[in-house]
């Protein structure tokens, strides 16, 4: 085996993960594993998701030792650099890439990593391979997209690697390498429905301050509409799934290119139900029609915040109205939103707060999620307040969650005013029900006094 690659999630060590039960394949390092094997190399998969870490390090030891790469994101920071110094002790060459080492090349040098792929990784894996057994620091430098220590000890960082130009002509995720029906089945099991996933286009231009453009900045690149429906054929064929999930960025960004692959899903009689995530200005009557007719059953939103102020200051480039609009229109098409919520961004005050809660109420998504505004190494926002950034943990074990912002309001402030929009949404729901008892509404009405009395108490308070 030339290359073994594996990622750092583990869905049975991860408690949170394990509530949720929503696995879905590294579609990253699938996507390596078939171009790579394509063009000849031995390359397998450790797919971590259903494994143990114990499982990764005996395959380790066992040997005989090689190269392994890893896939490393914000959340399995910890787990990639246990991984990578595992694999360094047992005298494996090391190599990580994905959304997060980019903007850590020093770190996870120094965690054990001998190569750090900046991008996508096909093509630089594909040159590198050849060249790493031969430890030539000149050889290594002529790779595009990686950095690595040269002998001296500075970190060397290699021209940019070009994107791929054609992504239609990319072999589909390596998904027979992974023990795919089993996130089918585990699906199933606790949602009634097997999902599978798919992308359709990589990279999104839009330019929110808080997302990461790392791997592909913000370029973007489409598959053929007929390139799609025919991996979702082979798909629905191969593993009889109930729906899928399209796990692009902004599934409906490009309006002519989806009206082709609605036609061609139609052409071929192809309807499974699926979700999906849209930006509210790219949902508009036809579109929405459309995607009700393809089979789309729920739209996930990233609406952010009720307050315009928040939403300019974030450069979102959406207006509360149009995500308004947008959740309007879906249900009006039958299909489910899910809107995805932000706390704590930077400028964000009582009446933003206010605001948001008053839109969620007046939007009434069938599903929210909402997060405290986390500084993603790379991004603007995660400039903007580096000089009030302090880690709460050291690095390997931490992640870029694990932040306080100084001058913003503390994590207890945040809670409350999730508390506070939960019991306004659940008093605005029971409200609309013809049976509504009394003593629901007092104890919601009270919580909700209590909630906002405490919201404004700890509004006066900022991090240190
Ligand atoms: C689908 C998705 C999810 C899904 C499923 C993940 C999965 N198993 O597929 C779910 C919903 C679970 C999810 C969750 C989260 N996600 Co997410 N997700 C995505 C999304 C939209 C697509 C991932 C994908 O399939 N990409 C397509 C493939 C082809 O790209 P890729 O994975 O980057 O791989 C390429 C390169 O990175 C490189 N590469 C990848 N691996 C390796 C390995 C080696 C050895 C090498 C050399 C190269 C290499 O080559 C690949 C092919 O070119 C990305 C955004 C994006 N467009 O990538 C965000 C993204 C990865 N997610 C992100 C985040 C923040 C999260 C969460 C933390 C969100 C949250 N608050 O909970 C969680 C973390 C979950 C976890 N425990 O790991 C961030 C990560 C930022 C960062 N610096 O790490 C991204 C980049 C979104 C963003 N723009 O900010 N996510
Ligand atoms: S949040 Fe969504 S729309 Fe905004 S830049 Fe990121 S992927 Fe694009």
Redesign the pocket.
């Known amino acids: 085996m030339e290359l073994l690659?594996t990622h750092g999630?583990f869905l049975y060590e991860d408690p949170k993960?394990l509530q949720v039960m929503?696995p879905?394949?590294?579609?990253?390092?699938l996507?390596?594993c078939a171009h790579l094997r394509n063009k000849g190399f031995h390359v397998e998969v450790f797919d971590s998701t259903f494994s143990s870490r114990r499982q990764l390090f005996e395959l380790i030891k066992q040997g005989p030792p090689s190269v392994l790469?890893?896939?490393a994101?914000?959340?399995?920071r910890s787990n990639v650099v246990e991984i990578l110094r595992y694999a360094k002790d047992a005298g494996w060459q090391t190599?990580?890439?994905?959304?997060?080492p980019g903007?850590y090349i020093e770190e996870y040098l120094d965690a054990g990593a001998d190569i750090v792929?900046i991008?996508?990784?096909?093509i630089?894996?594909e040159e590198l391979l050849p060249v790493l057994g031969a430890h030539s620091p000149d050889a290594l430098e002529r790779v595009a997209g990686i950095a690595f220590r040269s002998r001296e000890g500075d970190i060397v960082q290699t021209t940019p690697r070009d994107q791929i130009r054609d992504i239609t002509r990319q072999p589909w995720p390596a998904r027979e390498s992974i023990d795919m029906d089993r996130y089918v089945s585990v699906w199933r099991e606790h949602h009634g429905m097997g999902s599978v996933?798919l992308?359709t286009s990589?990279g999104?231009p839009y330019h929110c301050r808080w997302?990461?453009?790392?791997?592909?900045g913000k370029t973007h690149r489409r598959r053929t509409p007929e390139s799609v429906a025919d991996e979702l054929a082979w798909l629905n064929e191969r593993y009889r799934p109930d729906m899928a999930w399209m796990?692009d960025?902004v599934f409906t960004i490009h309006h002519g290119w989806l009206f082709q692959y609605a036609s061609e899903l139609k052409r071929r009689g192809l309807k499974l139900p699926f979700e999906c995530i849209s930006r509210a200005d790219r949902l508009n009557p036809q579109v929405v029609r459309t995607l009700a007719e393809m089979g789309c059953f729920r739209v996930w939103i990233g609406s952010e915040s009720g307050s315009q102020r928040m939403l300019d200051s974030m450069e979102r480039g959406v207006t509360v109205e149009q995500v308004q609009s947008a959740v309007g229109l879906c249900r009006s098409n039958g299909i489910q939103t899910g809107m995805f919520l932000m706390w704590g961004y930077e400028g964000e005050e009582l009446e933003d707060i206010e605001a948001t809660i008053q839109h969620v109420k007046d939007t009434d998504p069938d599903i929210f999620f909402t997060?405290v505004a986390y500084p993603?190494?790379g991004t603007p926002y995660s400039s903007q307040v580096a000089d009030r950034l302090e880690s709460l943990k050291s690095w390997s074990v931490g992640s870029d969650r694990d932040v306080r912002i100084r001058g913003r309001h503390s994590r207890g402030f945040y809670a409350l005013a999730d508390q506070l929009l939960r019991s306004e949404v659940e008093l605005e729901r029971t409200r609309r029900k013809t049976d509504i008892e009394a003593a629901v509404v007092r104890e919601l009405q009270n919580r909700i006094t209590a909630s906002r009395t405490g919201l404004h108490a700890a509004s006066l308070e900022v991090e240190a």
């Open positions: 690659l999630y993960e929503k879905y394949p590294p579609l990253g390092i996507y390596i790469g890893v896939y994101n914000l959340m399995t190599i990580v890439g994905g959304p997060e903007a792929v991008g996508e990784g096909e630089t894996l996933s992308i990589r999104c997302c990461s453009h790392q791997v592909f796990a960025d997060t993603i190494k």
